[in-house]
């Protein structure tokens, strides 16, 4: 299972904003059988509908417990941990962006009180490291059991 793409279904499209916010791509695909699965893919779902080989199955209702899930099932994940790199929305990587550019697009608070932004380069959503960034990245460490640390190229401290 190891270096293919991962994707998720509308099943479970919350374990997919988790994944981006570990900086894990992941797509979110519309699948109707499991021969609409490519091959490269390997397809989150909790629709029993369509196991086969390029499927794992979750069977867990709740985002934190198929996070855990997915990580025992896929350990290698542990190594792809990059927090908050990734596009909530797109799944694009983010590019870092000067302070200066970002002046007008975000609150004015918000301006004057961070120095460091990313921006989407397909939809072109800013991000930064504010207060519900903090709060997203202990929910993260409580559910994994982890440290994570922070930004480009991190990764996860298992304890």
Known sequence: MKGKRLAGDRTVGRLVKWLRMLGIPCALLAVKTPGDVPEDLLLLTRATSLAGPRTLLIPYEKPADQLRFVFK????????????????????????????????????HVFRTQDKFR?????????????????????????????????????AKRS
Not at 84 to 103: D, H, M, S
Not at 124 to 133: A, T, V
């Open 73 to 108: 099932e896929l350990p290698y994940l542990w190594e792809e941990i990059r927090p908050f790199t990734l596009c909530l929305l797109c799944n694009e990587r983010l590019l870092e962006i000067a302070k200066e550019e970002v002046f007008g697009l975000v609150p004015e």
């Open 119 to 155: 921006r989407c380069p397909r939809c072109g959503r800013i991000y930064w490291p504010g207060s519900h960034h903090k709060l997203m990245r202990k929910r993260l460490e409580q559910v994994l059991g982890c440290s994570l640390t922070a930004g480009q190229g991190g990764s």
